[in-house]
């Protein structure tokens, strides 16, 4: 839809999300990766209504995710595709977790007025597990990206144990291994999460250099025996209380020397830059009760408190691949 402005056409994006969203949750990319279909096929194959189905699928061929094809019938182009669950790079599972996450931002004015979003569910008490699996899932999609980058950042050939907390699919364990080989890992994270960790370290060949231990980093102890400790997009969903009782734990788990890696958006002391970094407050101020984008002078304060040293940038950038790094003196 064109209004003729600028702007106004910039704000009506928000429909051709929908309309790809709505698709990828109910799998027409995966379907029509598998096989060609007219509207009327695709329908019946999805259980949803013919004409509606016939309307998405004009609108996504407009979008260039799906092409026409002879016969009446619609197939996938190559961007398309990596809409389907069969391509080896896809970003479904990110697409998914989007699905997701419009409910809440739908809440957003509310949210805003009153401070919190009354209809909130935090994703650790979703009764659906595919909200998990998307969530995961979407993840390791920026991860795959990401991971290269912040891996080749930080050098970790004088240390031996890697902890990642809260790992999630492990992609950051991975990159940290394959670029050395004599390191080893502990991921830790929640007992419904650990086996799609599996499932990548498995795939990486990384299996036996990983040790997998359930446990929740809010109540849980953490395990002791690691000189160096990862977190990865975590603090952005705490509290500063919250980031500050979780630096205690790493600094009373960590070797004597140990060093501490926090991967998320960095702000700049106008909290404005990076603008992702900014967005991504709002959604931390939707979904969850304390999260927030900090700055480095915020982060290093709540470091200091938990007895860390050294604290520093490593490396900076515009989509939560900022470093910051913390030491516990020996």
């Not at 109910?26 to 329908?43: G, H, N, V, W």
């Not at 961007?79 to 697409?95: A, C, E, N």
């Not at 600094?251 to 830059?273: F, N, W």
């Not at 938990?306 to 470093?323: N, P, Q, R, S, Y």
Request: proline share 5%.
């Amino acid at each position: 839809m064109s209004f003729g402005n600028s702007l106004l056409d910039e704000l009506a994006t928000f429909m051709k999300v929908r309309i790809v969203l709505t698709a990828a949750a109910l799998d027409f990319f995966t379907c029509l990766d598998q096989q060609p279909a007219s509207a009327p096929e695709l329908a019946v194959r999805l259980g949803t209504d013919s004409r509606a189905t016939r309307r998405i699928l004009d609108c996504l061929v407009g979008f260039g995710l799906v092409r026409q094809e002879s016969g009446a019938c619609y197939g996938l182009t190559e961007s398309g595709m990596k809409l389907s669950s069969r391509h080896p790079d896809t970003i479904l599972p990110m697409v998914l977790h989007m699905n997701t996450m419009w409910d809440g931002w739908s809440h957003l004015t509310e949210t805003i007025r009153t401070g919190a979003d009354p209809n909130r569910v935090l994703l650790s008490e979703a009764s659906d597990p595919s909200i998990i699996r998307a969530f995961i899932g979407a993840m390791h999609v920026i991860g795959k990206h990401i991971a290269p980058k912040i891996a080749a950042a930080y050098d970790l050939k004088d240390y031996h144990c890697l902890l990642d907390i809260g790992g999630g699919s492990a992609v950051y364990t991975v990159a940290f291994l394959e670029r050395y080989q004599h390191l080893r890992a502990v991921v830790f994270d929640l007992p419904f999460v650990l086996p799609l960790a599996e499932e990548k370290i498995v795939a990486a060949g990384l299996r036996e250099r990983i040790r997998l231990l359930p446990g929740d980093f809010y109540k849980d102890e953490l395990p002791a025996g690691c000189d160096c400790a990862l977190l990865s997009a975590i603090i952005h969903q705490n509290s500063p209380e919250q980031n500050v009782g979780l630096f205690k734990k790493i600094y009373k788990s960590l070797d004597a020397g140990g060093c501490l890696l926090i991967r998320d958006h960095i702000m700049e002391p106008c909290r404005t830059r990076p603008v992702a970094g900014a967005v991504f407050a709002i959604n931390m101020l939707i979904h969850t009760p304390g999260g927030d984008t900090y700055t480095f002078e915020e982060v290093r304060e709540q470091l200091d408190v938990a007895g860390f040293t050294g604290i520093a940038v490593v490396c900076t950038g515009e989509k939560m691949d900022c470093l910051v790094e913390a030491h516990k003196p020996r």
